[in-house]
């Protein structure tokens, strides 16, 4: 499964972006996708993930009530919508998959190249 993120920017505090994962595999579908943020102080963590149907889906604390994860598996591409954004969302975001969730981003199989996320106070 290969994996493509992007959507990042900057942005000022309070503001939105939307993060976008897109894959061309065709097995895409199947696998449940995560996204996970770092910075240069901080290892991976997670912030949300969803399940291969769609209908589940998994929050950090930080980012519950401000993010949204969605996919469309007729698009392959699952979305990260980011409200709210607060300057200490900033990060470089990654999206990976794999079977079923996990919140160690260590089980992920799969990881596309990171997009930055600057969130301007």
């Known amino acids: 499964v290969q994996l493509q993120a992007s959507g990042g920017g900057l942005v000022q505090a309070g503001g939105s972006l939307r993060l976008s994962c897109a894959s061309s595999?065709?097995?895409?579908?199947?696998?449940?996708v995560g996204w996970f943020r770092q910075t240069p102080r901080k290892e991976r963590e997670f912030v949300a993930a969803?399940?291969?149907?769609?209908?589940?889906?998994y929050y950090a604390d930080s980012v519950k009530g401000r993010f949204t994860i969605s996919r469309d598996n007729a698009k392959n591409t699952v979305s990260l919508q980011m409200n709210s954004l607060k300057p200490e969302d900033t990060a470089v975001y990654y999206c990976a998959a794999r079977p079923t969730v996990s919140y160690s981003p260590r089980s992920w199989d799969y990881w596309g190249q990171g997009t930055l996320v600057t969130v301007s106070s």
């Open positions: 969803i399940m291969w149907g769609g209908g589940t889906t």
């Open positions: 595999g065709r097995t895409f579908s199947s696998y449940a």
